[in-house]
């Protein structure tokens, strides 16, 4: 059961000692954390190296740690915890926006809209090829298993940069899913070694991808210059799917308005169903061209089919809860009533 106060004591270890091993080792906060964390999974044993940090700190950072059994916790108190020192990170290293975790509305939200989609399936494999610090993947698998049950969730997460997936890797090993995750340190739009997986979930950063030669088989790859790295990722994931199988990903939603957009809507249309596109609530971004979409696409195969409605649409704000409620019902009839019906 989640435990806001078993979340803020674990917060509060996490920060207090992360911000100690800072000052002492000179070092980021995202750094100290990673070393903080690595502390209590050792048992609450910190790491000395060069007789750094000095005996005071260790003795310091040794009673911070008895203050909390990370290991009675259940697994969202956990990464709840690990989240917010996350946006700490970001505010106090200047982390990029590409780098900075999905916040948990909106992965609470992309859980949300696949948890009907594998009602009794027993074994569920997902695939992130931006997983960075793990927020949203480990929030989507959460919520399957607590909704699901008996399903067993195995997941595998890649990314390029080593820090954010030392934090996946801590936030996994904390909340006793390691056992079930592959994390990969690699670029995802290489050539990359996965078994075909059942459900695809990404926050997909945005911008140029720099190598080009790197994209020469990808369908999506621009025509002049460097190519859209969104575009990429969703085609190399839905690569990685099997028939009938679904990628929700977290997109610009303008993302097929752009001069861009036409050799993605192409590969889209050749490989895949347009299933939906949604907007989430414009009071979540900062501009109008920051403004954020839930974008699902379903390969072609199996029982798949286009739906008779493509659900395109807008979130109303969260502040408007019956609104936003109804919303989300239009939704889960949608899915039940048409992307889930069968054909012929």
Known sequence: MLSEKDTETLFNV???????????????YLDAFIETGD??????????????????TVSKLEDLYKKIDYTTMDAESIRKAIQMCMIKATKEDAIQ??????????????????????????????????VGTGNLLFTVMNQLKDSLKNVNVSATGIDNDDSMLAVASLDSQMEKIDSNIDL??????????????????ADLPVGYYPIDENTVNYKT????????????????????????????????????????SKGLLKWTQDSSYFQALLNLPKE???????QKAVLILQKHGGDAHQAEK???????SFKNISAFQKFLAEIVEWEEKDLLSKKG
């Open 39 to 56: 502390n209590l999974i050792n048992n609450g044993e910190v790491h000395v190296e060069d007789d750094m940090p000095d005996r005071d």
């Open 221 to 260: 790859r621009s025509t002049q210059g460097h190519s859209f790295a969104h575009h990429l990722l969703i085609e190399q994931a839905m690569n990685h799917v099997k028939d009938g199988g679904y990628g929700f990903f977290l997109v610009p939603s303008n993302i097929f308005n752009t001069q861009e």
């Open 310 to 316: 493509v659900m395109i649409g807008e979130f109303p």
């Open 14 to 28: 996490l920060n207090s000692s992360a911000e100690t091993l800072k000052g002492k080792l000179d070092i980021s």
């Open 97 to 130: 926006a590409n780098h900075q975790i999905t916040p948990d509305t909106i992965a609470y939200i992309m859980g949300y809209l696949t948890i009907r989609l594998y009602k009794g399936v027993k074994q569920l494999n997902i695939l992130d090829l931006s």
């Open 184 to 201: 990969l340190h690699q670029d995802s739009v290489a050539n990359i070694l996965v078994d075909d997986v059942d459900l695809v979930v």
């Open 284 to 290: 979540l971004f900062n501009n109008a061209n920051a």
